[in-house]
């Protein structure tokens, strides 16, 4: 039982399940890990229950969704609204552990330059204790060639994407090296 928030779990979905975890040594930051799966049917309760999250306070909201296995454009659409809910508020959002499959909806609807995706609580932590910044490098933007198909490609940070011609995923580490995917 939720200990956290008042009323947190007073509604259920047994398509999305979340469970709240407090980070102590960082103010105002949660961790949500999600489980199922956001869309067009489950979106609302979703954003009833993340928004009792930010009114508690939580603006530094980093979610798990090792174990969230689909999510439609809808679900994006309520990931979007609370990235502007918190960020006047000096938070942000970081998804962890996001599925390749998960943060292809991302890629292909064109917000996944929008949201911080980590590998790691640590890496999640650090940009948090760095105020949303990690130490920048001047390696990105970074202008490069598809190793499969040869078109031109900006990244303006790591991370994976599709190449916008071939549809070859690409993956982009912090030193601005290119590999598939």
């Known amino acids: 039982m939720n200990t956290i ?3 947190f779990d007073d509604e259920k ?3 999305l399940k979340m469970r709240l975890q407090i980070i102590d040594d960082l103010e105002h930051c949660i961790i949500i890990f999600l489980e199922g799966y956001v869309d067009t049917y489950n979106s609302t309760y979703f954003q009833k229950r993340i928004t009792k999250v ?3 306070g939580f603006v530094k909201i980093i979610f798990n969704c090792g174990a969230l296995n689909y999510i439609s454009s809808t679900g994006i659409g309520s990931f979007t609204a609370f990235l502007k809910t918190v960020k006047p508020k000096g938070g942000d959002i970081v998804l962890l552990n996001i599925q390749p499959k998960v943060y292809e909806v991302f890629q292909l609807l064109g917000f996944s330059q929008f949201f911080n995706v980590k590998d790691s609580l640590a890496e999640a932590l650090n ?3 760095n105020n949303g910044s990690l130490t920048k490098n001047n390696v990105f933007p970074k202008i490069f060639a598809c190793p499969i198909c040869s078109k031109k490609l900006k990244a ?4 994976r994407f599709r190449c916008s011609k071939c549809k070859t995923i690409l993956a982009i580490d912090d030193n601005a090296q290119v590999m598939l995917g």
């Open 127 to 129: 940009f948090f204790k």
């Open 5 to 7: 928030i008042p009323g």
């Open 13 to 15: 979905d047994e398509s």
């Open 156 to 159: 303006t940070r790591p991370g």
């Open 54 to 56: 930010i009114d508690a």
